[in-house]
């Protein structure tokens, strides 16, 4: 009866033991998951503002935003006064 008893006794330490590092092993996953999570996480937020922060640089200097308009507008009214001036020293001859 007393073998049984120890062996029954053993076998709680045993479990109970077992129990802990199962435990033990579940925490540090949970917390290398979080972590992991988290990481990930911080990297969609950078990705996200790099996406706003290009789509905004385009909204404000690409191809048809106010800049590029004022640039051609610039660029034209440059040439037009350019020959306006060339015509004017021609017409000085004439």
Request: aromatic share 6%.
């Amino acid at each position: 009866m007393t073998s049984a008893a120890e062996r029954i006794e053993a076998l709680r330490r045993r479990a109970a033991w077992e129990r802990e590092d199962l435990s033990a092993i579940l925490r540090e996953m949970r917390e290398e998951a979080s972590s992991s999570r988290a990481r990930w996480r911080l990297a969609g937020r950078a990705a996200s503002t790099v996406v706003v922060a290009a789509t905004a640089a385009w909204k404000l200097f690409g191809r048809n935003s106010p800049a590029a308009r004022a640039r051609r507008i610039a660029s034209a009214a440059s040439l037009l006064i350019g020959l306006t001036r060339g015509v004017r020293r021609i017409r000085r001859f004439w």
